[in-house]
């Protein structure tokens, strides 16, 4: 019987790193999947996906013990995971359901592997849903003198759901830095490609006042710079002139829900590694 892993790796780029993984997965009769690589000249640093298989009777503690030594001579940034573990994912969003709903139709399709472990709202519009498919609503709302103990709340109820990511699924709240670096690398948020010249409530309405040709939107992880993360995935989709605010909200909503359910899929798959402020994301 084999078990799969997903090896990522980030390190200075110098040459045998292929070589030298590529070895270290023959000496276990480990049989490589699937192998992407990137190296870029202007950091002169190494990327590295690497999906592969080896006999259940190597464990992935004796994988990680064999790989440290290598990991250290080549200064490596790596991480080991299981390829068919799913990841578990709290959803946090507001009154506007469109992402939601369509990472809830997503993973019980199966066509996302993840599994919905919570959803956390500061209203109770779609506890219904949530609970519909049987996944646990935790309806915790939020006023500025609440703020803190509210983000406890979250953050305590992501440890008790063993939470791999947090999505924020137009969860129209600021978040504290404090929060933000507790969750850093880990929570994934979507707005609208408008910002920074649309900012604030009704963005497609004003986007529709100013006549604009092209709408879209972007995932990014949290940071506690507001909406300046590291981007992960981005569409667009041409409008123009006839379409009215509300049909501009249509077409706004679905690129939103499609751009999200693509950067959360990347992320649960292990295909994201950083580099500085940018993303390197093997497809």
Same mark, same amino acid.
């Given at each position: 019987?084999?078990?799969?892993?997903?090896?990522?790796?980030?390190?200075?780029?110098?040459?045998?790193?292929?070589?030298?993984?590529?070895?270290?997965?023959?000496?276990?009769?480990?049989?490589?999947?699937?192998?992407?690589?990137?190296?870029?000249?202007?950091?002169?640093?190494?990327?590295?996906?690497?999906?592969?298989?080896?006999?259940?009777?190597?464990?992935?503690?004796?994988?990680?013990?064999?790989?440290?030594?290598?990991?250290?001579?080549?200064?490596?940034?790596?991480?080991?995971?299981?390829?068919?573990?799913?990841?578990?994912?709290?959803?946090?969003?507001?009154?506007?359901?469109?992402?939601?709903?369509?990472?809830?139709?997503?993973?019980?399709?199966?066509?996302?592997?993840?599994?919905?472990?919570?959803?956390?709202?500061? +209203?109770?519009?779609?506890? %219904?849903?949530?609970?519909?498919? $049987?996944?646990?609503? *935790? #309806?915790?709302?939020?006023?500025? /003198?609440?703020?803190?103990?509210?983000?406890?709340?979250?953050?305590?109820?992501?440890?008790?759901?063993?939470?791999?990511?947090?999505?924020?699924?137009?969860?129209?709240?600021?978040?504290?830095?404090?929060?933000?670096?507790?969750?850093?690398?880990?929570?994934?948020?979507?707005?609208?490609?408008?910002?920074?010249?649309?900012?604030?409530?009704?963005?497609? +309405?004003?986007?529709?006042? %100013?006549?604009?040709?092209?709408? $879209?939107?972007?995932? *990014? #992880?949290?940071?506690?710079?507001? /909406?300046?993360?590291?981007?992960?995935?981005?569409?667009?989709?041409?409008?123009?002139?006839?379409?009215?605010?509300?049909?501009?909200?249509?077409?706004?909503?679905?690129?939103?829900?499609?751009?999200?359910?693509?950067?959360?899929?990347?992320?649960?798959?292990?295909?994201?590694?950083?580099?500085?402020?940018?993303?390197?994301?093997?497809?």
């Amino acid at each position: 019987m084999q078990n799969d892993y997903i090896l990522t790796v980030s390190c200075p780029d110098r040459t045998g790193i292929v070589h030298a993984i590529s070895g270290l997965l023959l000496e276990m009769d480990g049989n490589i999947l699937d192998s992407q690589q990137f190296g870029d000249e202007e950091t002169q640093r190494f990327f590295l996906r690497v999906h592969f298989s080896v006999n259940s009777a190597i464990s992935y503690d004796d994988i990680c013990l064999k790989f440290i030594p290598l990991g250290d001579k080549f200064n490596m940034t790596w991480k080991l995971h299981e390829g068919r573990k799913k990841a578990r994912v709290l959803i946090m969003v507001s009154k506007q359901g469109h992402c939601l709903n369509d990472l809830l139709f997503r993973a019980n399709s199966g066509s996302l592997p993840i599994e919905i472990v919570a959803v956390i709202s500061n +209203h109770r519009d779609y506890e %219904r849903l949530a609970t519909g498919y $049987g996944i646990p609503f *935790h #309806y915790l709302p939020v006023t500025p /003198d609440t703020k803190a103990e509210q983000e406890k709340q979250v953050l305590a109820l992501v440890e008790n759901h063993r939470a791999d990511v947090v999505v924020l699924a137009r969860y129209m709240q600021i978040l504290s830095d404090q929060f933000c670096r507790a969750l850093e690398g880990r929570a994934i948020n979507i707005h609208h490609s408008f910002l920074p010249s649309f900012k604030g409530a009704r963005p497609y +309405h004003q986007a529709h006042a %100013r006549g604009v040709k092209i709408i $879209g939107a972007t995932a *990014h #992880y949290v940071t506690a710079e507001l /909406d300046e993360g590291p981007i992960i995935a981005q569409d667009i989709e041409q409008v123009d002139h006839t379409m009215s605010a509300n049909e501009l909200t249509r077409v706004g909503s679905g690129i939103e829900s499609l751009v999200l359910s693509r950067a959360v899929k990347y992320h649960v798959e292990h295909r994201i590694l950083l580099n500085n402020h940018r993303t390197v994301i093997f497809r």
